[in-house]
């Protein structure tokens, strides 16, 4: 909280401090983040300058965008932006808010030939620039009036926006990942569900959940630990841009969409059928894969206490009858939902704990290696 009279900010300064000296500290000593980085309007605000406004942040899959005109809205803390196929078939992104007197554009996501301004009806064409005006002088020119445009990276169906136009490509941070999932072709998922969800809690808890199966057994004892207990969990280290852990599968367990034995992808060795990579991509897009599933989350940070994230689910050409869609997403959409709700009640509850004054961090367990890993990330961005 800000000193008035100083212009200092104690809170944040001491969360900095603490995140700094954790830099040394190495994964046996490790301990969670000081419980302000997630309740400090301080830290917020850096994380916005720091991490929000220079990062790349998945704004869902590319077949979502693979007509002209189809579109997603997201908010980057506070920036409203969207992603649109353009008429080329290129998937671009722009600022949301219109030219003339900042209305926001568009809401949700959907399909339009052409985006009008729900105020005063500019037209703006899908490449982002200015159609028309009505009833504007005849000294105005449309020509030259563009949507500020952002950056857009694709990596294996995953598109991923940029505030910053100059930020380093995304894809060399990852490097490692991608040739280590190669086998697997997550290109060629095609989606079978989207939705969206706000919860009340900072992003970070969110993106630390995922990122261990040490819950698992207690917040899931029996919709995952059943079949991929906590005890099968192996935590290898990550790289640059990334934490991934792997997750085995009970012997004996077989799930729903590979009840009849079919194998869908050649490429993928006997290991990889059996185990499963939990990935993170920083700072806020997660996901598990299997050989016929792609469940993942894209965060968008909704202020320090709600996160706004699109998640969903995408299956492998095969993995699902084309008659049967539709019933094998609601099917997948009603057991993720058990399993999200799990979660989302410890993961509000931590958020609430962690603005009690008597907080503090914990030593970390050996399976929570990629907590570890995004905190040197996080401490990196804010102190560095
Ligand atoms: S604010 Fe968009 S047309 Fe006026
Ligand atoms: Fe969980």
Redesign the pocket.
Known sequence: MLDKASGSDPELEGVLAALKASLAIPFEEAVSMPPRVYTSEGVFQLERENIFAREWHCAGRADELSEPGAYVTLDIAGEPVFAVCDREGNIRAFSNV?R????RLLEGRGKAGRIV?P????VYNLDGSLMSAPMMPDDFDANGISLPEIAVENWRGWIYINLDRNAPPLFPRIEALDEEMANYHMERYTTLFVTEEIWDTNWKCLVENFSEAYHVFAVHPTTVDAALPTRLGTYPPGGEGFFRYCQKKLEGVTFDLEKDGTVLNDDLTEEQRETYPIVGIFPAHVFSISEDRLFWLALQPHGIGQVKFRWGVSVYPGAVPDEGRDAHAAKAKAALDKVNSEDRGIIENIYRGASSNLASSGRLSPKERCLWEFKQYYAQRLCG
């Not at 003339?100 to 209305?103: D, K, L, N, P, W």
């Not at 105020?119 to 500019?122: E, F, G, L, Q, V």
């Open positions: 219109c003339h007197r900042c209305a301004c105020y005063h009806a500019w």
